[in-house]
């Protein structure tokens, strides 16, 4: 610990200190509880996006067997034409928000393909589009944890370290001006003491 100044000055000083600490740690607690949240909100979205692509790929797995033989070219049936996002501000976090998706379906010949391209061109785009969701997602999700991280830290630091390091340093600081006191009292009565004894021997 470093040297602690002594004195009512800096006990004034530390007293201040500590009571713009136990204010501002509620605030910022209760921003950690809300991140807290959104961050378990952002686990639940991008759990459901997962379950959604299991599901996907049972179905193609079902449906459409066919897909897993060689012969059936199925690039570019569905391109990405336009993807906007935007920023959402969640808790003082500017995160990216998906605002628009449009998924460009290429037509073909009904005669040139087989009958089941219809409904593989429509699960196509069912994962192209929770590809694009689930990577927001995932930043999203990082972001908020990084900020939850962050603001842990400082409740942490606040709680754990500044409001008991002053708290210490107040109750050195008054049971050290307490003595101080104290033996000044003592020394006036000595010295007081003293003085009625030269006196009484004076006269």
Known sequence: ????????QALHKESARLKLYQKYLPSLDLKRQQLLMERNKADRELQTLRERWQ???????AQLPMLAE???PLEGLCTLETMTTESENIVGITVPKLSRLEIHSTHYSLLARPHWLDHAQVLQAEALRLQVEERIAVTRREMLAVALKKVTQKVNLFEKVLIPKSQASIRK???YLGD???????RAKITKQMR???VALQS
């Open 180 to 186: 101080a006191e104290r033996a000044a009292v003592v």
């Open 173 to 175: 600081i008054r049971i």
């Open 55 to 61: 599901r996907l790929r049972k179905e193609v797995e």
């Open 1 to 8: 610990m470093s040297q602690l100044n002594i004195s009512k």
């Open 70 to 72: 060689p012969g059936f």
């Open 196 to 198: 009625e004894a030269k």
